[in-house]
């Protein structure tokens, strides 16, 4: 059987996030992603955990106490490079839109999103991933959407691959995934 979206998007980070990496949750939300990458990561990794609302760090730390990996940082996505400290990131996990069960006029947005994006790459290692869920059922999701997509289609594809991994029959704006690829040096 094929994938659902959200266990697809943690196959991806599985498939390239070791022990002891340092990796990005972009949207820390209700910390679901923080959790597992901080598993992925164990003890001697170090997972960023992003989010510009208070409740969703409260939350978030509820939910992975009481585990030591974990950096977070009440602070846009957009501001990841303030906080690396030089660390190479071997992944980054975003889940766009709003916070589950919150408020729904506080979204994602997509100029803080790319930018969050650009750098996070940057400071990516060969073989890493950035791991974006795309939720666009809502009026700010839509031009998020679009923007994302523009701008990623024109990267260079010597520099990345992109996936974008989206079942076509579903209703109601059905998320879907892309997925940036760091090639690898040749």
């Keep these: 059987m094929l994938a659902r979206v959200l266990p697809y998007a943690k196959d991806l980070a599985r498939e390239v996030v070791s022990p002891g990496d340092t990796v990005v949750d972009a949207t820390c939300g209700n910390g679901h992603d923080t959790r597992f990458l901080s598993e992925l990561t164990g003890p001697g990794g170090h997972v960023l955990s992003f989010d510009i609302q208070p409740g969703a760090i409260e939350n978030a730390r509820e939910l992975c106490s009481p585990a030591g990996n974990i950096e977070f940082i009440l602070d846009s996505h957009a501001n990841v490079d303030r906080y690396l400290g030089g660390r190479p990131v071997k992944a980054a996990m975003f889940n766009l839109g709003y916070l589950p069960k919150g408020d729904k006029t506080i979204t994602t947005e997509y100029k803080s999103t790319i930018l969050a994006i ?69």
């Excluded at 990345?160 to 995934?177: G, M, T, V």
């Design 118 to 186: 650009e750098k996070i790459f940057h400071a990516m290692v060969p073989g890493g991933r950035i791991i974006i869920v795309v939720y666009h059922g809502h009026p700010e999701g839509k031009l998020e959407k679009e923007a994302l997509t523009a701008a990623l289609a024109e990267w260079p594809q010597k520099e990345s691959q992109i996936l974008e991994y989206r079942f076509i029959n579903q209703k109601n704006d059905a998320p879907y995934i892309l997925c940036i690829e760091k090639n690898r040096k040749k």
